[in-house]
């Protein structure tokens, strides 16, 4: 299994960007997928996350409101659309997902539940 992340960049304050991820090996279609990010110096947080339907939607409160988490089962793929950036966003941006079915918030938000992880796409965002 295989989860290929994309679409990071360096954009000014207020800019936006839109991540993807790719899964292959194997569908994620009753699994959560999230993401979850890492600055230099900090641990990884959780950043969003969403049902194997896309139906259900988690966000740390730091991104509710700016940042959109979305499903496209057809291309294994989730993405999370970021806007209104700011600079406390940059990071290295992960996705993840989960092996096995079902979702809760909670267990959703939690990078343990998580059995695979992509290499990570680099976003910078500059004051």
């Known amino acids: 299994v295989q989860l290929q992340a994309s679409g990071g960049g360096l954009v000014q304050a207020g800019g936006s960007l839109r991540l993807s991820c790719a899964a292959s090996?194997?569908?994620?279609?009753?699994?959560?997928m999230g993401w979850f990010r890492q600055a230099p110096g900090k641990e990884r947080e959780f950043v969003a996350a969403?049902?194997?339907?896309?139906?259900?939607?988690t966000y740390a409160d730091s991104v509710k409101g700016r940042f959109t988490i979305s499903r496209e089962n057809a291309k294994n793929s989730v993405h999370l659309q970021m806007n209104n950036l700011k600079p406390e966003d940059t990071g290295t941006y992960y996705c993840?997902?989960?092996?096995?079915?079902?979702?809760?918030?909670?267990?959703?938000?939690?990078?343990?539940?998580?059995?695979?992880w992509g290499q990570g796409t680099l976003v910078t965002v500059s004051s």
């Open positions: 993840a997902a989960d092996r096995e079915a079902g979702y809760s918030d909670t267990y959703a938000s939690n990078a343990v539940n998580y059995d695979y």
């Open positions: 090996g194997r569908t994620f279609r009753s699994s959560a």
């Open positions: 969403c049902s194997g339907g896309g139906t259900i939607t």
